[in-house]
């Protein structure tokens, strides 16, 4: 489904979450480095996304400043100064056209890190991850997103299978914290970057 990224947009702003839309991820690399500079003294926290691969931005910062990155084997003291980073960048797991954000984790990482800790969140979302509702973004969430990372990270649970989430509660399930932003948390302030093209799952 095709989504007017500027209404989106606005849907966003209504909520409290600062928004801007770019045509790629080209553009919307050159806005976040443009809008957030870093320096050596500050600390950025990233999650661990294919969308932030794509736009190559951990690369730039990490030649600025210290890069903290949740990922498989970050050490606890990598993950928990991502945790309380200057500047947490990540992507969402789907979004819905009114203007909330879903994201599912297995260890709460990353989720933590966008609800409290970071003083600026950002998140960048390709197009793909908007749907129509809230209902059909935790759908998204859960039946794209969360199973395309099942199946990334070879675990062993019925949707790497199946290629549907099953629900389950498997030792391997990724599936262990779902958020949900309806709006902006009082003590963080939230930049989503729209992009006008897929990116991630
Ligand atoms: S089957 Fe389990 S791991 Fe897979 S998406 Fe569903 S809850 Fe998550």
Known sequence: MNFDLETVKKNFIRRGFQAVVCDDLQQATRFII????VNNDMIIGMGNSL??????IKKIWAAQASVYQHTLGSSESETKKALLADI???SANAVSSDGQIINIDGTGNRTAATCYGPKQVIYVIGKNKIAVSLEEAIKRARNTAAVQNAKRYSRKTPCAVTGKCENCLSPECICAVMTIHRKQPYGV???VVLVNEAAGF
Do not use: V
């Open 88 to 90: 947490y960048l990540t």
């Open 34 to 37: 443009e809008k957030f500079p």
């Open 189 to 191: 302030k939230i930049m």
């Open 51 to 56: 969308t932030l691969d794509a736009i190559g």
